[in-house]
């Protein structure tokens, strides 16, 4: 059939996410199997006339889905809104009720088209499926995805394969030359097909001729032994994040494990538009505090341009979080100078989302600074100082003050190891919401600065006092859950659980953060010490404290509320309107609408779960 | 049974096909007029309903002419897309070029058309012994009797709703209605179709249909007679 002939039922179909993935073909074969039902307000649908059919669309009308159990409120859905997904694959009863509440003009989508649909196109296949995971893992294609051709440019497109190979009893001079000829910043040491170590052209300046090494020595008198190396077919973003955390120029790509290649800063500078790479180097090599706030406005550039590229919003973290840790260490650095030697063992710890690495546009500083041993007042004046100078000028450098004083220069947060771990187990032991909440910042710790040991001591004695204590994790898991997700959003609203309409949604308060405090308490629960939300779910899927179909549902819905949060930010960047966790509803498209949803759904069935679990090893 | 198809007009029209197979049926069309019609007390779910439109010239089948023909089919009181129907017939030896920019419809497009006879018992192979929809159902009717060479009074082998008819039933007391289909359309809240042709305005009668059922019949059962009737 022309489809001509029907412009607005295909421009309706095939402007709704996510209609829109399909040929233009298979739109015409799914717009030309509709079929079209009209309900006045009031009527209900259930059971058999709305299991196994088909998914829904509201073309005009107003719907509202109420569970059959306790007929609490399930979606609400207006025009371009999509339901059905879980009724698709089930028989007779349904697990919820369709209550018109305006007179409604409403779309089947036959389940022999859809099926015909997955069958064909795998992308919509993989939304069209029941599960909430499968189809928040089809709503994104990072340009850091391995297997992304348009935007997913690998190491190997760009490795040079102009190598400079040395053996390692090849001397300097040799090397030296050998990286002339093949205008190479590196060359690879390598024995018997396998490399056994890396120099660089400031290995031979610094380690060789500045030390007066005579130059008919053996190269691997001055070779790195432990090299950091990148997989051809990883993505140029992960060569990227690899060359920001170990601060190197050059990464030798390996081949199934055989040497394929080099890349270079310069080359990916060439391939990408990310300065990350440099702004990270150039703020480690920073001595005066006017060019270290003058570097920290390339933030933001970093940080759209990284949204903008479609990079994972892990990833995005990751690297945002690793420009923050150079910051603090390199004040830290002139802190020392400036006020001389520290006068005992200490660190400098990151709290909260920098703790997990999640540091993002708008995050504000929450830090400590632990002490080896007890300190007496000339000590306490001179960390006074010192913690003084780092969160000051963190401010000026775009890492606000914390609202609640949670930094190394409150007195509080300024402690020793001992008395830290008295706060733990106070907060265990308590176990009171206020001292909880006041608290939870620095359940997630970092060592950015000085001795590592203290954070890990600190840790597994964290861990160990609160596995034991069920009630501890009980309360956690009580706070985390006061705060539900959203039942969805419609029209410009965002609907709660109690049917209310709220103005906008706080992404971070009502979403995000409930997927963070629940990977804290399995990772405890676990025994695991990683601050890492993506961490966490994993240790807690490997010590069976849930499924993998759990860790996917969690990881999935975590990544797309970041990815909405992240491009919302953009959004608000490009506008000049001042950055938030506020996300008012009519500025998501139909696909987020759609998403966020599924989000939601998967992080109400978690708390549901997670306060079993928890509150079931109390014997209540 | 004649008292009853006083008061039955399904019965009635029903009645009127046998007649006409008996005496005046031309050879080619007695298939069609064989086929028995859905009782009165019938329900309407149990039944094929064809929504059908036609474009044409004007309103007058002695000197206006069919473009096309489009159609879609509910059942169940369902439409269903996949039942979809529409072509050209070409008439263009008739059509003045001013009216052929009006329909978007050049003589190029209706040369490749079904021939005008031709299109018309194809459309009847369809229609013959369902429940036809459309809106205003005398122009329809005209165009199909004037191809077939029928007589004005002759019955055709379908019953006919017509969502104009049942608009009107469903506000008796108002004298200046407005009963075009975009204005019920509007009144009733469905979507605005903004392009128009056979096969369009077809499923918008069909639409409009719908609502008036629910309007109609409520939570009861719809039959076929009290929509016979109202039509």
Known sequence: ?620 | MWLRRLFDPVLKHQHACHCFLEKGCPAELKKYYEKNLPLSSAKVKDHKIVSIDFETTGIDPANDYILSIGGIEIIDLTIDFSTSFHYYVNNSAHIKEDSAIINQITPEILSNGKEPYQGIIELLDRLAGTIVLTHCKFIEMNFIKEALNLKKNAPLPFLIFDTMGLERSLHRNENNLDVTLSTIRQRRGLPEYTAHNALVDSLATAEVFLTQVKDIFGDTEATVLELYRRS
């Open chain 1, 1 to 620: 059939m022309d489809k001509s002939l029907l412009p607005n039922i295909y421009e309706f179909v095939s402007k709704t996410y996510p209609f829109t993935l399909l040929s233009e073909f298979e739109r015409d074969i799914m717009a030309t199997k509709i079929k079209i039902n009209y309900y006045k307000k009031d009527e209900v649908l259930e059971n058999d006339s709305i299991t196994g059919v088909g998914l829904f669309m509201i073309r005009t009308g107003l719907v509202e889905t109420r569970n059959t159990e306790d007929n609490s409120l399930h979606g609400r859905f207006s025009m371009g809104d999509i339901f059905g997904f879980s009724l698709m694959e089930k028989e007779g009863k349904s697990h919820y009720k369709v209550i018109f509440l305006e007179n409604t003009l409403l779309y089947l989508l036959p389940k022999s088209v859809l099926n015909y649909l997955i069958a064909k196109n795998s992308t919509i296949g993989t939304y069209l499926n029941s599960k909430e995971w499968v189809r928040l893992s089809s709503s994104h294609h990072y340009a850091d995805e391995h297997n992304n051709e348009q935007t997913g440019k690998t190491v190997a497109m760009i490795a040079s394969h102009d190598l400079s190979l040395v053996s390692p009893d090849d001397d300097i001079k040799k090397t030296a030359l050998s990286m002339e000829q093949h205008n190479s910043d590196i060359s690879l040491v390598m024995e018997d097909n396998n490399l056994v170590g890396i120099v660089t052209k400031s290995d031979i300046t610094l380690k060789a001729v500045a030390r007066g090494l005579e130059l008919n020595k053996p190269i691997s008198t001055i070779m790195t032994r432990s090299v950091k190396t990148i997989n051809s077919h990883q993505s140029l973003f992960d060569a990227i994040e690899m060359m920001i955390m170990y601060d190197v120029k050059n990464l030798p790509v390996l081949d199934e494990g055989k040497v394929f290649g080099t890349v270079s800063t310069t080359s990916l500078m060439r391939n990408s538009k990310l300065q990350c790479i440099y702004l990270s180097h150039e703020i480690l090599q920073c001595h005066e505090i006017t060019r270290l706030i003058e570097l920290s406005s390339q933030k933001q550039e970093i940080f759209e341009t990284l949204v903008k590229t479609n990079v994972k919003p892990h990833t995005i973290q990751k690297i945002m979080s690793h420009i923050a840790d150079n910051f603090a260490q390199v004040l830290l650095q002139m802190g020392e100078q400036k006020f001389g030697t520290p006068p005992c063992k200490y660190a400098f710890v990151a709290a909260g989302s920098q703790a997990r690495s999640e540091v993002q546009f708008l995050s504000d500083q929450d830090n400590c600074i632990i002490t080896a041993t007890q300190i007496d007042d000339t000590q306490r004046q001179y960390f006074e100082q010192l913690a003084s100078f780092v969160n000051d000028n963190l401010d000026k450098c775009g890492y606000p003050l914390c609202d609640g004083n949670y930094m190394a220069k409150n007195p509080r947060w300024l402690q020793s190891l001992e008395t830290f771990k008295k706060y733990y187990d106070e907060w265990i032991l308590n176990n009171s919401e206020d001292a909880l909440l006041s608290g939870s910042v620095f359940l997630d710790m970092r060592t950015l600065y000085g001795d590592t040991n203290l954070v890990k001591d600190l840790r597994e004695h964290l861990i160990k006092r609160a596995r034991s204590n069920t009630r501890f994790m009980a309360t956690l898991m009580k706070i985390s859950a006061a705060v539900a997700p959203p039942v969805g959003t419609f029209r410009q609203f965002v609907l709660t659980k109690d049917g209310d309409n709220k103005p906008y949604l706080n992404i971070k308060k009502q979403a995000i953060n409930l997927i963070i405090e629940m990977a804290r308490l399995y990772a405890i629960a676990a025994g695991s010490t990683s601050v890492d939300t993506y961490e966490r779910l994993q240790s807690a899927y490997k010590a069976n404290l849930i499924k993998e179909e759990n860790y996917k549902e969690l990881t999935e819905a975590y990544t797309f509320l970041n990815y909405v949060r992240f491009n919302h930010q953009l959004q608000a960047l490009h506008n000049h309107e001042e950055l938030s966790n506020h996300i008012v509803p009519k500025e998501l498209s139909q696909f987020e609408r759609n998403h966020l949803r599924d989000a939601f759904v998967i992080i109400a069935k978690h708390q549901k779960g997670a306060l079993m679990h928890f509150s079931h090893s109390l014997g209540v």
